[in-house]
């Protein structure tokens, strides 16, 4: 995702809670279905609308 690296407006929730931006971008995306987690496709990039995104995980927070 295009985000700010550290300082201001650096966090996750900051960068998804900016009401400025209808759409995030994200680069080198993949992405999996809530119901069916195990099927999966990446792609170098992918608009998402705010409003239609169900979870957000960050690649250093997943579960192991």
């Given at each position: ?19 400025e931006r209808e759409f995030l ?21 992918v608009m998402l609308q705010k ?14």
């Amino acid at each position: 995702m295009l985000a700010p690296g550290e300082g201001y407006r650096s966090r996750l929730s900051d960068y998804v809670n900016d009401r400025e931006r209808e759409f995030l971008i994200v680069l080198d995306a993949k992405l999996a279905r809530l119901d069916d987690p195990d099927n999966t496709s990446e792609t170098e990039v992918v608009m998402l609308q705010k409003s239609r995104i169900d979870l957000i995980i960050p690649l250093d927070k997943q579960p192991t």
